[in-house]
């Protein structure tokens, strides 16, 4: 187990991408806290988690994460309840889709509040209870981003503001806590089959097929939590390119996939753009290709 006796807090853990965080963190013995504003989908992320038959601690405290008072008690509470954080990921959020002269005010500052501000809540609350004694073993913050950074897709114009500004967020604090052992880093995630994307579709068994399932993306977040990725700040990792390596690597011949330094050249042949955006994180490819 990858994460054994470690605690970690995930914010929008009642469905969709954050659920799925939470399961596969629990699957790797990391004790959870789980939060969210509705309390029926956090108990059923626990009952998941408890029918697993594993052990951990499973924290459930509901806050808005738009309200600072209310993100405060719920970190408060964890840490009472587990201790100290090792990773927290800040994950809820939020969009809707208009055209920009029509979208609607209340709507676009809403979104704003949830990405953004949701993210600094996050951080400001969190920041007190993150274990911060370990050179060896950092704490990490892990931010979901998404690809609308920087492809900015039309009608999403609230969305992609705040999907940039995280970027910024997280640069900017990258280096303000360098000293302090907390690494920052972002999964930035294509179209997954969520009530985000998909509403009251989402889990039907229907998604179109480049449309990603929520655990899809567990591998990335979870090597972030490992002290595999002790190195990494301000880490950008794109779905995209590295769901081309998972799909490159059942192609490559053998001799060519069993590690990255032997899977390099052939990777960047075939996929020269996604290369870029890999070429730095060697140590995932690897993650990657020991779970396979
Ligand atoms: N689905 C995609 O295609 C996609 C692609 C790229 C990035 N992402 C990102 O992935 C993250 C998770 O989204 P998802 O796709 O998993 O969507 P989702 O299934 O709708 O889940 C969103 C989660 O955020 C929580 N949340 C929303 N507003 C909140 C608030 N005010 N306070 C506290 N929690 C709040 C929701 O719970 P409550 O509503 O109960 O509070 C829910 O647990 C988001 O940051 C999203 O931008 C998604």
């Known amino acids: 187990m990858l994460l054994k006796g470690k605690n970690v807090v995930i914010t929008g853990s009642g469905r969709g991408i954050g659920k799925a965080i ?5 699957k790797e013995g990391a004790n959870v806290g789980l939060t969210s504003r509705t309390l029926g989908e956090l108990n059923s992320t626990k009952k998941e988690i408890e029918e697993l038959g594993s052990r951990v601690k499973i924290v459930v405290k509901p806050a808005d994460i738009t309200k600072f008072e209310e993100v405060e008690k719920a970190f408060k509470e964890f840490n009472n ?3 100290l954080l090792n990773g927290v990921i800040a ?3 939020y969009s809707r889709m208009w055209t920009t002269h029509e979208f609607i005010n209340e709507k676009f500052a809403e979104i704003l509040n949830i990405n953004v501000l949701g993210v600094f809540y996050t951080f400001k609350a969190a920041y007190p209870c993150m274990k911060k004694d370990d050179k060896k073993d950092k704490a990490r913050f892990i931010i979901t981003g998404s690809e609308a950074y920087p492809n900015a897709p039309s009608k999403l114009t609230a969305y992609v503001a705040t999907k940039y500004a995280v970027v910024g967020m997280q640069k900017a604090m990258a280096t303000e806590y360098k000293r302090e052992n907390i690494n920052f880093s972002m999964v930035l995630p294509t179209q997954v089959d969520t009530s985000l994307l998909r509403g009251k579709k989402a889990g039907d068994g229907s998604k179109p097929e480049h449309v990603l399932n929520p655990w899809d993306l567990n591998d990335y977040y979870i090597f972030l939590l490992t002290e595999n990725a002790n190195r990494i700040n ?12 998972k799909k490159v690597l059942t192609e490559a011949p053998s001799g060519k996939k069993e590690n990255w330094e032997v899977f390099k050249d052939y990777f960047k042949e075939r996929a020269p753009k ?4 890999v070429k730095d994180y060697g140590k995932l490819v690897d993650f990657i290709i020991s779970r396979s």
Do not use: M, P, R, T
Request: hydrophobic residues 40%.
């Open 81 to 83: 309840e587990l201790g």
């Open 91 to 93: 994950n809820a959020g």
């Open 234 to 245: 301000n880490g950008l990792i794109f779905s995209y390119d590295f769901q081309e390596v």
């Open 274 to 277: 996604s290369y870029d955006n």
């Open 22 to 26: 939470a399961v596969a963190c629990a």
